[in-house]
């Protein structure tokens, strides 16, 4: 069970994948959590600078290879929960495996990926 | 690197019948150049495929002034455009300079070396050329010359750059394929919702979803056109198992044509959704079996068999319902393949069998 209060909670999305981004947008609003939806890491970046984030939901290449990097070392700077979300295992292998975060591998049905990301903001910080 | 070996081994077979030709070169040059045997010294270099070269360090810029037959067919230039020549003239814009600098390291240590180069012709093409230095001492322990034998490695160098190359697409294929489900998953999802047919949708999803986990497998070994079946079992029931203790999965090695992955992904799909309402995976204790194998029919037409067996599940209905709308859309489907699914229910849970042909 949820301990978090839902409606205090909010969440970053990066994902620059429109159709998966607002199938996971809704996921997060059947459970009532705020979701902030980046589809580049400078928007992602944006949204760090300007609200109080307690997770976030990262898709791994974000086109023209790019790649949520930045946006993941920002967040383990600040000690935040991430989950990376990725069709791609093999690519950013390396990348991954450098980045204390769990993974969750794309396709995943959108509501089971929001209840894992709500899971780690109650797990107390390892 | 595992998928390399047989690449690597042949290199490293050409390697130790490289360095065999260079100790032996090494001794006969030894007497060569001590006087003796003389002829059969001559005879050996002029005869062997392996190209060699000898470069006199003593001399300003450590020029060649040796180079037998085969240098000349590997490099194109005659023995008088060599001989005299440091060896560099073989390199060109597009070798390594790192490469280069071992060359010059080993020379400088006086070690023996293996360096694997692009060097260019007289003609200016290219050439991958393996390069086995090392030093040469007189009797009595100076360094006299260093010795050079080439080999030529392109075919080497092409055959892993394509398998590279093949296997960069399949990930890339991969990659994309898994993208397309996961926004197919989206479109279909917010659909559902937009025509508030959440339910509708989820099972759509379910079934779309079990049928990309079944084709993601097929990718890796795709260019054989043919598929390994337990692969794409073992994939699509992953998510109905995620702690990996309530489905057991045994069989061998069946190939099949790539189509039949999606009646095969969305039987055990039906299956397994059907096991996790009413059998075996509704409770805690229940498991699943499930053995596949190749088999032939009465005609001796190559045939896929899936056992399916549920135990510990909750007590069978009286009157059990055998089939679902899932397992109807199974026999449906497997009825199309010319393929069947058998049901019975035993004390202990779902007995199922699911034959279904395979092409020859």
Same mark, same amino acid.
């Given at each position: 069970?949820?301990?978090?209060?839902?409606?205090?909670? #909010?969440?970053?999305?990066?994902?620059?994948?429109?159709?998966?981004?607002?199938?996971?947008?809704?996921?997060?609003?059947?459970?009532?959590?705020?979701?902030?939806?980046?589809?580049? #890491?400078?928007?992602?970046?944006?949204?760090?600078?300007?609200?109080?984030?307690?997770?976030?939901?990262?898709?791994?290449?974000?086109?023209?290879?790019?790649? #949520?990097?930045?946006?993941?070392?920002?967040?383990?700077?600040?000690?935040?929960?991430?989950?990376?979300?990725?069709g791609?295992?093999?690519?950013?292998?390396?990348?991954?495996?450098?980045?204390?975060?769990?993974?969750?591998?794309k396709p995943?049905?959108?509501?089971?990926?929001?209840?894992?990301?709500?899971?780690?903001?109650?797990?107390?910080?390892? | 690197?595992?998928?390399?070996?047989?690449?690597?081994?042949?290199?490293?077979?050409?390697?130790?019948?490289?360095?065999?030709?260079?100790?032996?070169?090494?001794?006969?040059?030894?007497?060569?150049?001590?006087?003796?045997?003389?002829?059969?010294?001559?005879?050996?270099?002029?005869?062997?495929?392996?190209?060699?070269?000898?470069?006199?360090?003593?001399?300003?810029?450590?020029?060649?002034?040796?180079?037998?037959?085969?240098?000349?067919?590997?490099?194109?230039?005659?023995?008088?455009?060599?001989?005299?020549?440091?060896?560099?003239?073989?390199?060109?814009?597009?070798?390594?300079?790192?490469?280069?600098?071992?060359?010059?390291?080993?020379?400088?240590?006086?070690?023996? *070396?293996?360096?694997?180069?692009?060097?260019?012709?007289?003609?200016?093409?290219?050439?991958?050329?393996?390069?086995?230095? +090392?030093?040469?001492?007189?009797?009595? +322990?100076?360094?006299?010359?260093?010795?050079?034998?080439?080999?030529?490695?392109?075919?080497?160098?092409?055959?892993?750059?394509?398998?590279?190359?093949?296997?960069?697409?399949?990930?890339?294929?991969?990659h994309?394929l898994k993208n397309?489900f996961a926004?197919?998953?989206?479109?279909?999802?917010?659909?559902?919702?937009?025509?508030?047919?959440?339910?509708?949708?989820?099972?759509?999803?379910?079934?779309?979803?079990?049928?990309?986990?079944?084709?993601?497998?097929?990718?890796?070994?795709?260019?054989?056109?043919?598929?390994?079946?337990?692969?794409?079992?073992?994939?699509?029931?992953?998510?109905?198992?995620?702690?990996?203790?309530?489905?057991?999965?045994?069989?061998?090695?069946?190939?099949?044509?790539?189509?039949?992955?999606?009646?095969?992904?969305?039987?055990?799909?039906?299956?397994?959704?059907?096991?996790?309402?009413?059998? *075996?995976?509704?409770?805690?204790?229940?498991?699943?079996?499930?053995?596949?194998?190749?088999?032939?029919?009465?005609?001796?037409?190559?045939?896929?068999?899936?056992?399916?067996?549920?135990?510990?599940?909750?007590?069978?209905?009286?009157?059990?319902?055998?089939?679902?709308?899932?397992?109807?859309?199974?026999?449906?489907?497997?009825?199309?393949?010319?393929?069947?699914?058998?049901?019975?229910?035993?004390?202990?849970?779902?007995?199922?069998?699911?034959?279904?042909?395979?092409?020859?």
């Amino acid at each position: 069970m949820m301990k978090t209060d839902p409606a205090m909670t #909010c969440v970053l999305v990066l994902e620059d994948e429109p159709f998966i981004a607002m199938d996971l947008g809704f996921a997060f609003e059947d459970v009532s959590v705020r979701a902030l939806i980046a589809a580049t #890491c400078a928007e992602a970046r944006q949204y760090l600078a300007d609200e109080q984030i307690d997770a976030a939901l990262l898709d791994v290449n974000l086109g023209a290879g790019a790649t #949520c990097e930045p946006i993941a070392a920002e967040l383990e700077e600040r000690g935040l929960p991430f989950i990376l979300h990725t069709g791609d295992l093999d690519r950013v292998g390396e990348f991954l495996r450098r980045i204390d975060a769990p993974v969750i591998s794309k396709p995943a049905c959108a509501n089971d990926v929001a209840a894992q990301l709500l899971d780690l903001i109650d797990k107390p910080a390892a | 690197m595992r998928d390399d070996e047989g690449l690597e081994s042949s290199n490293q077979a050409y390697l130790r019948e490289s360095n065999e030709l260079s100790e032996s070169f090494q001794k006969s040059a030894r007497k060569r150049f001590s006087g003796a045997s003389g002829l059969l010294f001559e005879q050996a270099m002029a005869q062997t495929r392996m190209a060699v070269c000898l470069s006199d360090p003593r001399q300003e810029d450590d020029p060649i002034v040796f180079c037998n037959q085969a240098f000349e067919r590997l490099t194109g230039y005659d023995a008088a455009d060599i001989v005299g020549r440091n060896c560099r003239f073989l390199q060109g814009p597009r070798t390594d300079p790192e490469q280069v600098q071992r060359i010059r390291n080993a020379i400088a240590a006086e070690e023996v *070396a293996v360096v694997e180069m692009l060097n260019y012709r007289k003609d200016g093409s290219t050439f991958w050329n393996a390069l086995h230095l +090392g030093p040469i001492y007189d009797d009595e +322990g100076n360094l006299r010359y260093f010795f050079g034998s080439q080999w030529d490695v392109t075919d080497i160098h092409l055959a892993r750059s394509e398998e590279r190359h093949a296997k960069a697409m399949a990930r890339e294929v991969s990659h994309r394929l898994k993208n397309v489900f996961a926004v197919i998953g989206g479109i279909v999802n917010i659909t559902g919702r937009s025509l508030n047919v959440r339910e509708a949708a989820q099972s759509i999803n379910s079934r779309i979803q079990a049928l990309g986990r079944a084709y993601e497998p097929t990718l890796d070994d795709a260019f054989m056109g043919t598929i390994e079946i337990g692969q794409a079992i073992r994939s699509v029931l992953k998510p109905y198992d995620p702690a990996g203790d309530r489905i057991t999965l045994e069989g061998g090695e069946v190939r099949s044509e790539p189509n039949a992955v999606s009646t095969i992904g969305l039987t055990l799909h039906e299956l397994a959704t059907n096991a996790l309402k009413y059998g *075996a995976l509704s409770v805690p204790q229940g498991e699943v079996f499930i053995a596949w194998k190749q088999d032939h029919d009465a005609e001796g037409q190559r045939i896929l068999n899936i056992d399916w067996k549920e135990t510990g599940g909750p007590k069978p209905p009286e009157n059990p319902e055998c089939s679902g709308t899932g397992l109807s859309i199974a026999d449906t489907l497997l009825s199309y393949s010319r393929g069947r699914l058998e049901r019975a229910w035993e004390p202990d849970g779902l007995r199922a069998t699911m034959t279904l042909p395979l092409s020859a």
